[in-house]
DNA sequence: GGGTTGACCTGTG
DNA sequence: ACACAGGCCAACC
């Protein structure tokens, strides 16, 4: 996929895939989508999304289980208001993505590269 | 075209 | 825990 709009299209079919009550990183996201450090490509993606479009944006953060919006922003505590009401706890303003993180495989935990 | 700016990440001190 | 640097990449002056 060289196309910009289809990388996009990839990029929020894989967040659809992210279930109801998991969150996933930036950089998971990339990772499935084959791009070697795309984290800020998925931020892009997010950003430009339109809102009539139904893709869980709310289920991505950054790899330190927190909200990537600007503190205090009304997107910000809209997304948090959204994680708490499918069930993800914040603790300090920080989610536990070893409880809350979707992963496809074990194997992907087990084996996150150094 | 070049410089700046982020919804980023990892390593290092 | 915190700060900083370096890498990254598309959008936007």
């Known amino acids: 996929m060289h196309n910009p709009q289809e990388l996009d299209e990839l990029?929020?079919?894989i967040v659809r895939q992210i279930p109801r009550?998991?969150?996933a990183a930036y950089g998971w996201i990339a990772e499935r989508a084959g791009l070697v450090r795309g984290a800020r490509r998925v931020g892009h993606?997010?950003?430009m999304l339109s809102s009539r479009r139904r893709v869980p944006w709310h289920r991505v953060v950054n790899a330190q289980g927190r909200i990537s919006l600007p503190a205090g922003s009304a997107a910000a505590r809209r997304q948090q208001e959204i994680l708490q009401a499918e069930g993800i706890v914040f603790k300090n303003h920080r989610i536990d993505l070893m409880r809350f993180g979707w992963r496809q495989s074990l194997?992907?935990?087990l084996w996150r590269q150094p």
């Open 21 to 23: 009550g998991k969150v």
């Open 45 to 47: 993606a997010l950003r």
């Open 11 to 13: 990029l929020y079919a």
């Open 107 to 109: 194997d992907e935990l």
